[in-house]
């Protein structure tokens, strides 16, 4: 059976020694963590994906609840990736790098309603479109619409995760959204 606790009270009793509750804090995160880092940098995502849950581990002696876990987890994940860009010599800001070949699992679009072959050829299009119109927004906007999606955080949470104003958050997100619809109606 699911455990019904908010992700602050398991994180809480994980760091009082209940095992479980890591394993349940995990299951619920670790698909949203892993497609952030995936498009953000897919040619590393498994190391840092291990690197970040290994650093929650690390943290768990000193966590005190003073934010969502999503967002506490998210600004880990944003300055493990700054420690990676500084490491490769850029920053998220001027870092572009493609999202990687199609065939990667965790990028692949959802299955279909339909099994018609022509519904399956234009969803896989529409998808494809999608992620090349991810791939060239600018990094910090694409991390503010990922934060946004398909983690379900707020501007107020992305702000903290990322470590900018909220009307910076703001502003990276409504930008990101306009050059998505915008490259996504020229496309189609």
């Not at 619920?28 to 880092?37: M, T």
């Not at 995502?45 to 970040?52: P, W």
């Not at 300055?79 to 199609?102: C, K």
Request: hydrophobic share 40%.
């Amino acid at each position: 059976m699911d455990d019904v606790r908010p992700d602050e009270a398991l994180m809480l009793a994980y760091r009082d020694g209940e095992a479980a509750a890591f394993d349940m804090l995990y299951s619920r995160h670790r698909g949203k963590l892993f497609r952030y880092l995936a498009h953000q940098v897919p040619h590393c995502a498994d190391e840092l994906f291990q690197d970040i849950w290994m650093r929650v581990i690390g943290a768990r002696a000193g966590y005190e609840v003073t934010a969502k876990f999503s967002t506490w987890l998210y600004r880990i994940a944003h300055n493990r990736l700054m420690d990676y860009f500084r490491a490769q010599g850029r920053s998220l800001v001027e870092f572009t790098d493609p999202i990687g070949d199609n065939d990667s699992p965790a990028l692949d679009p959802p299955a279909p309603t339909t099994i018609e072959p022509e519904a399956i050829l234009l969803r896989k299009d529409l998808a494809q479109k999608i992620l090349s119109a991810l791939e060239e927004l600018p990094a910090a906007q694409r991390e503010a619409f990922l934060l946004a999606e398909e983690s379900g955080l707020s501007l107020d949470e992305i702000a903290i995760a990322t470590g900018v104003g909220k009307e910076t958050a703001k502003s990276r997100l409504r930008y990101a959204l306009e050059r998505l619809r915008r490259t996504l109606e020229e496309a189609t």
